[in-house]
């Protein structure tokens, strides 16, 4: 993530078919352009693809305007389903808030 000032948005409980619109509008509303954004996912119990699929899109939206999204603090089966898609090639992932925030 580049030096400039982050926004950090943490999610919770299940991130599904039925949370993900709302999810996916909450992230795409924070991409300003001025500030990189942050996932929190530590409290987030369950994420399945359509989920994932809204941090894509999120990311995407990021990276046309110059901005970047970082993941934060994903539970060990949310990484490892991360891992399987090869989406941790993708995204900027991070252990913890003070490390993500110190980068």
Do not use: C, W
């Not at 990021?62 to 970047?68: D, L, Q, R, S």
Request: no cysteine; net charge negative; glycine share 4%.
């Amino acid at each position: 993530m580049s030096a400039a000032q982050k926004h950090v948005i943490a999610l919770s409980g299940d991130v599904d078919l039925e949370h993900a619109a709302k999810t996916r509008q909450m992230l795409l509303d924070a991409i300003d352009g001025t500030t990189d954004l942050l996932v929190d996912l530590s409290a987030v119990t369950y994420i399945d693809s359509s989920g994932i699929a809204s941090l894509v899109e999120a990311l995407q939206a990021a990276k046309n305007i110059g901005t970047t999204l970082g993941l934060v603090a994903l539970s060990t089966q949310a990484l490892r389903v991360f891992e399987l898609a090869r989406l941790d090639k993708v995204f900027s992932i991070f252990p913890d808030m003070p490390t993500a925030m110190s980068d």
